[in-house]
C-alpha cells in the first residue's frame, strides 16, 4: 500500500471507520467476568487495521490526539452493548486523561448498566501533579483509575504510588512463563503486596496458558485477561457471548 492509499485509510479512521473489540478480564476467585477492556481496530481488511500499525502511523502523522478522541468515543458507544452490571476498561493516554474529559463524565453519568475505569497509558509522558489532580477529579465523578503495563519502569510505579488507582495491570512480559523463573513469581509477588498495601486490585494480562493460570492463582492473583480465556471480539457480537463460553 502507498502513502497516498495509507492515508486514506487514516483518514477514514479518524473519520470513525474503526472497530471496538472487547477482551474479558476474569475474576478467578468468584468464577466471573470482572469486567471487559474496550480495544481498537483499524479500517478492517487494511495494512492499518491492527492497532500496532494504526497508533504508529499517527504518531508519526502527529495526529495521535485526533485518532485517541475517535477511538475514545467509539469506546464510550460500545458501552451500549453490556447488557448487565460490569466495568468498561477505556485506555487513554496520560496526556489526554490530564485534560479532565467531559465527554466521559458526562457520559458516565447517564450509564445504568456499567461503570468506567480509565486506563492510563504512557505514550505520553506527563506531569505527576497533573495525573494526581486529574485522578482526583474523575474520581470525584465516580470514575475509577487503573494503570497499565506495571513493571515497565519508575513512571508506573510512581502512577501507582502516588495515584492510588483502584487497578493496575501487569505487563504480558512479566506473565509470560513466570511459572518457569522464579525472579518473576518473586516480583508478582511484591507487586502484589503493594497492591493490598495501597488498596490496588491487581490485573495479571497477557495470560495464554493454564502453567500461568495456575501459578498466578497460588501467588494469589485473583484478576487476570488474555488470550487463555478469550482473544478480543468485536463488541457488537456480545450478545452472542456468555459467561460460559469464556470461563
Not at 496458558?209 to 487476570?224: A, D, H, M, P, Q
Request: overall charge positive; glycine content about 6%; proline content about 3%.
Amino acid at each position: 500500500m502507498g502513502p497516498k492509499n495509507k492515508d486514506e485509510v487514516f483518514n477514514k479512521a479518524l473519520g470513525g471507520e474503526i472497530s471496538t473489540y472487547i477482551q474479558p478480564i476474569i475474576n478467578l476467585q468468584a468464577n466471573s467476568i470482572e469486567g471487559w477492556e474496550m480495544l481498537t481496530r483499524g479500517p478492517l481488511g487494511t495494512t492499518l487495521e491492527m492497532p500496532s500499525r494504526l497508533f504508529s502511523y499517527a504518531r508519526r502523522k502527529k495526529k495521535m490526539r485526533q485518532l485517541e478522541y475517535q477511538c475514545l468515543n467509539n469506546s464510550l458507544m460500545a458501552t451500549q452493548m453490556l447488557n448487565s452490571k460490569s466495568k468498561v476498561f477505556i485506555n487513554i493516554s496520560s496526556l489526554i486523561f490530564c485534560e479532565k474529559l467531559d465527554m466521559i463524565t458526562n457520559y458516565a453519568a447517564d450509564l445504568n448498566n456499567c461503570s468506567i475505569v480509565l486506563e492510563i497509558t504512557e505514550s505520553h509522558k506527563s506531569n505527576i501533579s497533573r495525573v494526581i489532580d486529574a485522578a482526583n477529579w474523575y474520581k470525584s465523578k465516580g470514575i475509577s483509575i487503573a494503570v497499565d503495563d506495571v513493571s515497565s519502569g519508575y513512571d508506573r510505579l510512581k502512577n501507582i504510588l502516588y495515584v492510588k488507582p483502584e487497578y493496575f495491570k501487569l505487563e504480558r512480559d512479566l506473565i509470560m512463563d513466570c511459572h518457569k523463573n522464579i525472579d518473576k513469581r518473586i516480583m508478582i509477588k511484591s507487586l502484589l503486596l503493594m497492591g493490598n498495601k495501597l488498596g490496588s486490585r491487581v490485573i495479571a494480562e497477557g495470560v495464554e496458558t493454564k502453567y500461568e493460570v495456575n501459578i498466578l492463582r497460588s501467588l494469589g492473583v485473583k484478576l487476570c485477561q488474555g488470550y487463555y480465556f478469550s482473544k478480543p471480539f468485536p463488541a457488537v457480537t456480545l450478545k452472542d457471548i456468555t459467561t460460559a463460553n469464556i470461563i
